[in-house]
């Protein structure tokens, strides 16, 4: 294979995800696409060329280590690493009182503890080879738990734990690992659908996104970012 570098799209879908895969597809990146449904990810696969569909539940350990194995045996060496599990764009308000702790541990097995374990397996060669990135896509929810919002909130802020931890053992040791956090609502055909009424500068556009996260990777050692916070420039604070 004559690409020497992979980046893992961990949450690839139409949105933000699909943005992160082309734009390190243009950056010389082979790109490893991870959902747990393989339609999209198959055609996408399909348009960049320089990729690989791999069908994962970040909530099952067993399916997080065969993509492991896959991505470790027909991939080049992993340099990036995104975890980009969706969630913030279909999430709606709900009462505390209505939360069901099973909905609970599942949204934090496929924010937090998958997350985990797939590092697990990535991590060690980043480490040997003293370079690489892992960037967490956090929200507005990362930050503070909201009214109404708990069922997002509680896995976003295990999510930037895990991500502070990690970047206190990992950084010192050559991996950049970030935290960004959208605190906007993300251009897509689910957000127009919440906010009919909209204007064109009201949401983060998933391209411009995406070059943060390149930019992120290119940052200079002396100078890396844990977090980042993203906003529309019409958002109110």
């Known amino acids: 294979m004559s690409l020497q570098k ?6 690839t879908g139409p949105g933000n995800g699909a943005a992160l895969a082309r734009a390190f597809s243009k950056e010389g990146f082979h790109i490893v696409l991870l959902a747990r449904s393989s339609d999209f990810i198959q055609s996408l696969a399909s348009e960049l060329g320089n990729a690989t569909a791999i069908t994962c539940d970040l909530s099952d350990e067993a399916s997080i280590a065969q993509a492991a194995k896959r991505i470790e045996s027909e991939c080049p060496p992993v340099e990036v690493l995104i975890f980009n599990a969706g969630g913030a764009s279909t999430f709606r308000p709900g009462t505390l009182l209505n939360v069901s702790p099973s909905d609970l ?8 503890t ?11 060669g980043m480490v040997t080879r003293k370079k690489g990135s892992i960037f967490f896509t956090g929200a507005t ?5 909201s009214k109404n919002f708990a069922l997002l909130a509680i896995p976003s802020f295990s999510t930037k734990a895990l991500a502070e931890s990690m970047a206190r053992e990992f950084m ?7 935290h960004i956090v959208l605190d906007g609502s993300l251009e897509s055909e689910c957000a127009r659908e919440w906010k009919p009424n909209a204007g064109p500068d009201d949401f983060m556009q998933p391209k411009d996104v995406a070059a943060s ?3 992120l990777h290119n940052q200079p050692r002396s100078t890396w970012t844990f977090e980042l916070v993203l906003r529309p420039s019409v958002e109110e604070w």
């Open 213 to 215: 996260y390149v930019m």
């Open 172 to 178: 010192p040791k050559g991996i950049h690992v970030s």
């Open 105 to 112: 541990l599942k949204t934090i097995a496929a924010r937090t």
């Open 141 to 145: 929810a990362s930050t503070r738990g």
């Open 6 to 11: 992979s980046c893992i799209v961990a949450g």
């Open 114 to 124: 998958g997350p985990l374990s797939l590092s697990q397996h990535i991590l060690p």
